[in-house]
RNA sequence: UGAGUAAACCAAAUAGUCGCGGGCACAGUGCCGCAAGGCCGUGCCUGAGGAAAGUCCGAGCUCCGCAGGGCAGGGUGCCGGAUAACGUCCGGUGGAGGUGACUCUAAGGAAAGUGCCACAGAAAACAAACCGCCCGGCACUCAGCAAGGUGAAUAGCGGCUAUUACUAUUGAACUGCAUGUCUUCAGAAGACCUUCUAUUUACCGUGCUGAGUGCCGGGUAAGGGUGAAACGGUGAGGUAAGAGCUCACCAGCAGCUAGGCGACUAGCUGGCUUGGUAAACCCCACCCGGAGCAAGACCUAAUAGGGGGGCGUUAACGUGGCCCGCGUUGUCCCCGGGUAGGUCGCUUGAGGUGCCAGGCAACUGGCAUCCCAGACAGAUGACUAUUCACGACAGAACUCGGCUUACGGUUUGCUCAAUUG
RNA sequence: CGGGGCGUGGCGCAGUUUGGUAGCGCACAUGGUUUGGGACCAUGGGGUCGGGGGUUCGAAUCCCUCCGCCCCGA
């Protein structure tokens, strides 16, 4: 779980992503990214109902936020990050999603790689 | 061993690291905010289910014009009990299913009334009536019998005379006006014919009897391809034919008696019998005010509006669907305040566990012990190691009691079948 | 959390109140018409009435339960 100030948690925030953000998806993912003007990253999660049943969709979320909360040194900051699933990603472990979604991020230009 | 049936239990386990929600303790009184308040560190404890689900019922709790009456509407529906309450549960009764263990059962009233019962069928509900069966009358047809008539056949008794003339025939005459014809023949007989009688047979009409057909009047509901269902069922007697018409048994109804708190059961008696559908309207009995924790309560700076009481009850508006009733708008007096945000509500409860007691049981009582999630964008995840049967259905959002649905496994009792001893 | 509605041939809908025949339009197939196509005319096929259970002689219709979809209010 990540500390309650990286989290994305009002209405209105993830609003003002979907509209003026910008987006970028593959398989399993969307992301959605806007500048804010905190010093920090804030990161927030939709798991549609379609996906399935709410154990599903909180294991679903649970495996992302974990996946963030151990790399949040590798986002950069000063942004808002909304991270969507496709239905693609029910089944698949934890290994291939964070694979995945770092390798999304670092698509779209937000990975600040810790070691260098 | 297999199949089935009922019940109980478990919901992968252990250790470590990182991370998250909550509680308690300690500390800086550090940080954020105008404020109400919140945040940060360390330690310890704790952190999803039997269904948390569907939201199908019932309650607690909260607010609303304190919920009163009538109508409407909705729900429940064998009996007794349990419970805060229930459409739930337990124990019984009746019914249905199963070889059985056992399971299922919205199971009051159809004799309060209304409606419906398609097609088929004579008829679908006051019973009536079609076919049929039976009785009577009339007409017709057929058969038999009786007496009769007519005709025919056969048989029998008769009749067929007999006078004059004449050998005979023919002719004539007379008398009489009586005469069947023919043959043999001379004297009667025979045949045809005919009277009567008898027998047989045919026909005719009459009467009676029987059968059939048609019509009319009546009796009957035993039987009638139907249909889900046909006005008690089966058998015997009985009858013109039949019929609870009578009888036996069965079903059903009413009454009485006995048992049971009761549903009901058993026995006896009686009159012989009144379709189904109320998850159709309805009747009867009982129950139901409405909304729902985003209910609601408290706190707070700026912008800006209420609450309580008295009087009044015409009009308008509103109130769970309508009416009564009630409330607001009116007026007078008094008090200090709405949205966004924060806090509370928020988990100690018809609570869990163990023992004892009562009860067949549901459940209740007593004692001891425990605190067992409380978030507000919403907490359980990842990694490592070991073990196993390699893990189904599935995630709290105010809280309980049920129901329903989804689903993996273990154990036990019981039943049935097969095999062995 | 509460309230309401819908589910019927491939598609859009009737029929449900008051139980007994599942129907309409478009689409599809065949034939005709036309030089050919469209339009038109005629004929035809195609439906577990969302699933299951019950009431009833009989259920798309009545009752219960489950599933899916949509809308509204706080």
């Known amino acids: 779980m990540l500390p309650g100030e ?34 920090r990253c804030r990161i927030g999660f939709s798991i549609s109902r379609k996906m399935g049943k709410a154990v599903v969709r909180n294991r679903i979320k649970r495996v992302l936020r974990e996946i963030c909360r151990r790399n949040i040194g590798e986002f950069k900051a000063g942004y808002d990050i909304i991270f969507i699933a496709r239905k693609k990603i029910k089944g698949i472990d934890y290994c291939l999603i964070e694979i995945k979604l770092l390798s999304l991020v670092e698509q779209v230009g937000l990975r600040v790689r810790s070691g260098e």
């Open 6 to 39: 990286y989290r994305l948690k009002e209405k209105r925030d993830f609003k003002r992503v979907y509209r003026y953000g910008k987006s970028h998806a593959n398989d399993v993912l969307v992301i959605f990214y806007l500048p804010n003007k905190l010093n």
